[in-house]
């Protein structure tokens, strides 16, 4: 048998590569809440990912709930922290942007669906308190 | 020297780099773009304000109070309904059709592109729930409102512009939809509600 030519491979593995490349967006934290995000019918698409700031709040993922136990936790960047810490966190990161980029800032709020509201309306007091008024509540497409 | 030029480099490994670089950037990225429901939260209550300005007031027929106990139950108005209903309930709020005296006052509007023409942009529709309702229960009625201010632009667009919904206007007649029904939803200061 004469072998395979497999000198176009290298340039079909590279393209896919590059597709996956454009079309997927880097994973900035890793999750440490598991959150199922509400459905809902009137979504947006969040643009221009520099822009945005996310906030999550659920209940620790599974190995860490041996540690931390099942209460609904709050997550900014790769700790844990308390709805009270907000205010200071998007603050931060709104010192964090370009001058120019800061009134667009939008915080993207990825919280799983059995919250309860007393830990929803604190985090948002916060965020107003710091004046991140723009809020986007994360969730998915209902079919 | 070399009668047959340049030996050819190996490249058979180069399809394994390539592989290599793709799955990491298979498990490195996520594909889902994000959606949500944007919204706009508004600025922190001002200390020295006074709470009961008369400018501020809002009168009474011009608002529509959503509420939700800890048992995620809905009342619009003073009724009780499920989510399902809210849309419609919004919807006739705002449009207040027959004038009615318990719905938004109408009052007189040139609006470009539409004429002068009655509008209810004084109205807010208010929504204050428990610290024990569920987020999922809150987002539902969130997404309802703006589901019924979304319909009423799209039928705007119907019926004033002929066109098939309001995203497909131009930015000037969606300015103009915008006045006719601006978006008002307040949110209150939380409070702590009863309900079992």
Known sequence: MPAMNTSSLPDLIFSMLFFFMMVTTMREVTLKVQFRAPQGTELEKLEKKSLVTFIYVGAPTKELQKKFGAETRVQLNDKYAEPADVQDYATQARMDMKEEDQPFMTVSLKIDQDTKMGVVTDIKQALRKAYALKINYSATLRQ | ?196
Request: with cysteine.
């Open chain 2, 1 to 196: 020297m070399a009668k047959k030029g340049m030996p050819e480099l190996n490249t058979s490994s180069t399809a394994d780099i390539s592989f290599m670089l793709l799955i990491f950037f298979l498990i490195t990225t996520s594909m889902a773009t994000d959606r949500g429901l944007a919204r706009q939260l508004p600025p922190p209550p001002d200390p020295n304000q006074k709470q009961d300005d008369d400018q501020n007031k809002v009168k009474e027929r011009n608002v529509l109070k959503i509420r939700m106990n800890s048992q995620d139950y809905l009342m619009c108005g003073d009724e009780f309904i499920s989510v399902l209903q809210l849309k419609d309930k919004v919807k006739e709020f705002i449009k207040n059709v027959d004038d009615n005296p318990n719905w938004p006052e109408k009052h007189p509007a040139n609006i470009p592109l539409i004429g002068e023409v009655m509008v209810t942009s004084k109205h807010v529709i208010s929504v204050q729930n428990d610290r024990g309702s569920s987020y999922r229960a809150y987002f539902e009625v969130q997404n309802e409102v703006v589901r019924a201010y979304n319909e009423l632009r799209d039928e705007l667009a119907k019926s004033q512009f002929h066109k098939k919904s309001y995203a497909e206007c131009t930015k000037e007649e969606q300015k103009a939809i915008r006045e006719y029904y601006p978006q008002k939803i307040s949110e209150a200061e939380p409070k702590s509600y009863g309900g079992h």
